[in-house]
């Protein structure tokens, strides 16, 4: 048995009790060990996606108990694109976060506390039973609480009380859903109830998809469930903020699309969510966007520019599920590229607003005039990541942009991306040309002294934006990357078939 | 006019309707889901682990199987929740402060000195045999978080820091923790899988004796360490946030 599909949950977990351990006995190791935690977990991952994408679906059965007894573990094609996302979010997120000697007790926790969000996130994307998923979901919310809510932050508290009620609806919904599931099927192993979903009555299995629709609603920011995300980024800061939007979210649309493709067999059962899944991306992006122009704090429009950018996935989504068949597949592989490509645009720009809100030592946009000329490397960062998200050709923001376009079938959502694109356009070369102004203020205020490290930093978010504006060009290599990933949502003989057969005991 | 108090007590009035329809439908719907299931899948499937677990897991009792060997991975990933939740709190709330040395009366001290020994067996039990009887890490665990809340409020924080320093609780909390996800290697380096039981050879004894379920005792262990240690380190960092930030109504 290749146990690859466990030790990317088990090695992080271990890690961060390892780091916690460290940092009780040995302080000063703390960041080392994080960094190998991280480097560690990110080659598993890579390890594990690798195998998922060029061999048939990996299965494991946790304890050698076989479904419906055990919990079965899975890396296809379609999770080890996810896989390969939180490869490069952990190790990013652990290089972006080495600190000089910050000793609060919140910087002492958090670098345990990323580790543990990674696993959960890791366990969400293997996981192939609801109730684990549940169970990972519920720690991932726990894990991110922590890393919003940092002390002697004004409004923090109450940001991360917000975003515990939120999680905490979320977590009741999800819990409610896998209760009906479990009661109506017998099971909680996604194959077999993938196996009874067609059989279920219409109003259990619409109950359901609800409370599943609305729980991960909830955690991406369907709009009206967005609430709580701009308010929670805001106070978590620029580095929390981009593994929370970047990463965390990301995660949670891998959930939904496969708790909606595969146990509930939506496309087959119940093709009519897709149609409100389109009306709500089409939402979400128009929302977005027009609250990002009108935001006057830089962390909050990004924030916004998350919530549309999730309407551009589900487009896709949407898309993919209205046509079903073999066609499907070019429409998630487009869902699936954008959601790369904004990971990549996403994370550069938070993590090189990071720099830029750190010299000002504010995140109001107007405050930062001139900043650009402070941190050169971080606004070239940011300028590159701005070009991909508003979706420039060639860079890859463009390119996945339109393949979602081409993926749909109606006029509207294409009318509606090229709005979107526009409206992005003015809120980003608006905060460019405040931050290139040629009159800064006589002196900034003086630095904070806790730096990161800006250097290694700066390297970071630079690659990250290139590796963004690089995919528009190496669209045909991306490509075939994207449609053997979509084929395993889309196609799931090579999960339901070896599930059903059995291994092990 | 509309007072205040009646609009509060309309809003809720009608939160409290809407709870209450949103549960009763939570539970026709649930009725029903039983409903269907009675008709549709077969008994075999009814009961999975009843019939099974004695013979497989060497555990008379069968929620301890579930727990620890059948779904353990879930049991692994809920202590984690545990040990998040736990760092979560330190996070907010900062290092332990001044704690408070406020005791409870002379008389209740003597007594709970006598006591104290005798309620410790309890927890000790209930994680022991939590192969054979209702019990099992979590539950002894969170008694014996309870008896280190009782020290402290007993006999006060000052005390309580000098019998079981934090320091202490936070390395056996991280060692049961690292304990935990170690032994499900066993199962890997033994060829089966992680956290396999029987199947990574470990011995299933007489089933309804001590030392039976394989690795479930040692298991149980763990999670009872991990979840006292855990459990009390969150009363002392609520115990000492409270002393740090209200010093004005102390003076």
Redesign the interface.
């Known amino acids: 048995?290749n146990?690859l599909p466990?030790l990317v949950v088990?090695i992080p977990?271990?890690g961060?009790?390892?780091i916690?351990?460290v940092d009780?006995?040995r302080p000063a190791f703390k960041s080392t060990a994080a960094l190998l935690v991280a480097t560690a977990h990110s080659t598993t991952l890579v390890a594990a996606a690798y195998r998922g994408m060029t061999g048939p679906a990996l299965l494991?059965?946790?304890?050698?108990?076989i479904a419906?007894?055990?919990?079965s573990l899975m890396v296809d094609s379609f999770s080890a694109f996810f896989l390969l996302l939180l490869a490069i979010g952990h190790l990013a997120s652990a290089l972006v976060r080495i600190e000089s000697g910050d000793r609060?007790?919140?910087a002492?926790?958090?670098a345990?506390?990323i580790a543990?969000f990674f696993?959960a996130l890791s366990?969400i994307t293997v996981t192939a039973d609801l109730?684990?998923l549940f169970?990972?979901v519920?720690?991932a919310t726990?894990?991110s609480?922590?890393l919003i809510?940092?002390?002697r932050h004004p409004g923090s508290?109450v940001a991360?009380f917000v975003a515990l009620m939120a999680a905490t609806i979320s977590g009741a919904l999800l819990l409610?859903a896998v209760?009906?599931l479990y009661?109506?099927?017998?099971?909680v192993a996604m194959p077999l109830v993938a196996q009874?979903a067609p059989?279920?009555?219409a109003?259990?299995h619409g109950?359901a998809t609800a409370a599943i629709i609305v729980s991960f609603g909830i955690k991406i920011g369907l709009v009206p469930m967005h609430f709580w995300q701009p308010r929670t980024y805001h106070a978590a800061g620029t580095t929390v903020a981009a593994i929370l939007s970047a990463f965390g979210l990301k995660i949670h649309v891998y959930a939904l699309l496969r708790l909606l493709w595969f146990p509930l067999q939506a496309p087959v059962v119940l093709p009519g969510v897709y149609s409100i899944l389109l009306v709500m991306g089409m939402v979400n992006i128009l929302t977005g966007h027009s609250m990002a122009m009108i935001e006057r704090n830089l962390v909050r429009m990004l924030a916004f520019s998350s919530i549309a950018h999730v309407g551009y996935i589900l487009l896709g989504v949407a898309a993919a599920g209205r046509i079903g068949g073999s066609a499907a597949v070019y429409a998630v592989a487009a869902a699936l590229f954008h959601t790369g490509m904004h990971t990549l645009m996403k994370s550069a720009l938070f993590w090189s607003g990071h720099r830029l809100i750190h010299l000002s030592r504010s995140s109001r946009i107007m405050d930062l005039g001139g900043i650009a000329w402070r941190a050169p490397g971080s606004i070239i960062a940011f300028s590159l990541a701005a070009l991909a998200i508003i979706g420039i050709p060639p860079t890859g923001g463009f390119a996945s942009k339109w393949f979602v376009a081409m993926a749909q079938q109606a006029l509207l959502p294409v009318l509606v991306i090229g709005a979107g694109t526009v409206i992005s356009l003015v809120y980003y070369g608006r905060f460019f040309l405040i931050a290139t102004r040629r009159d800064p203020p006589d002196s900034f205020p003086a630095p904070h002294p806790l730096s990161l490290r800006p250097r290694l930093q700066t390297a970071v978010v630079l690659a990250l934006a290139v590796a963004a504006v690089m995919a528009g060009t190496r669209d045909v290599q991306v490509r075939s990357l994207l449609l053997r990933a979509a084929e395993g949502l889309v196609d799931q003989a090579d999960f339901v078939g070896p599930a059903l057969i059995g291994r092990?005991? | 006019m509309e007072s205040p108090v009646i609009r509060v007590f309309l809003t809720r009035l009608t939160a409290g309707f809407l709870c209450l329809l949103l549960s009763l439908g939570?539970v026709v719907?649930?009725l029903?889901?039983?409903r269907?299931?009675a008709q549709?899948?077969p008994t075999q499937?009814?009961e999975?682990?009843t019939a099974?677990s004695v013979a497989e897991t060497g555990s008379i009792n069968v929620v301890t199987a579930i727990l620890m060997?059948?779904?353990?991975?879930?049991t692994?990933?809920?202590a984690?929740?545990i040990?998040?939740?736990v760092?979560?709190a330190?996070?907010?709330?900062?290092?332990p402060g001044s704690p408070s040395n406020r005791t409870m009366g002379l008389l209740s001290r003597r007594q709970l000195s006598a006591l104290l020994p005798l309620f410790f067996i309890f927890p000790l039990f209930v994680i022991f045999h939590g192969h054979l009887s209702p019990g099992g890490g979590f539950q002894g665990g969170v008694s014996l978080a309870v008896l280190v809340i009782l020290i402290h409020v007993a006999f006060g924080d000052r005390f309580g820091e000098e019998v079981i320093p934090h320091?202490i609780l936070?390395?056996s909390e991280?060692?049961a923790?690292?304990g935990l996800?170690?032994i499900?290697?066993v199962?890997?380096f033994q060829g089966?899988?992680?956290?396999?039981?029987v199947?990574?050879g470990f011995p299933r004894g007489t089933a309804g004796t001590l030392a039976s379920g394989g690795v479930i005792p040692l298991l149980n262990l763990l999670v009872g360490m991990k979840v006292a240690a855990g459990l009390s380190s969150i009363y002392v960092h609520l115990a000492g946030h409270e002393a740090e930030n209200v010093p004005e109504k102390r003076r």
Request: charged share 15%; proline share 2%; hydrophobic share 55%.
């Open positions: 048995m146990h466990v088990v977990v271990a961060a009790f390892l916690s351990l009780t006995v494991y059965s946790v304890g050698e108990w419906p007894v055990g919990i609060s007790e919140w002492r926790k958090s345990a506390l543990l696993a366990g109730f684990n169970i990972f519920e720690l726990v894990c609480i922590g809510a940092r002390k508290a991360g409610f209760l009906v009661v109506a099927t017998g099971t009874a059989d279920l009555p109003h259990l109950m092990g005991r | 939570f719907l649930l029903d889901a039983g269907h299931r549709t899948i499937m009814e999975p682990y099974r060997d059948y779904r353990a991975f879930d692994l990933g809920e984690t929740v040990f998040a939740s760092a979560v330190a996070a907010i709330l900062g290092k320091r936070a390395l991280y060692g923790a690292i996800v170690g499900g290697f199962g890997i089966s899988a992680y956290l396999a039981n199947a990574a």
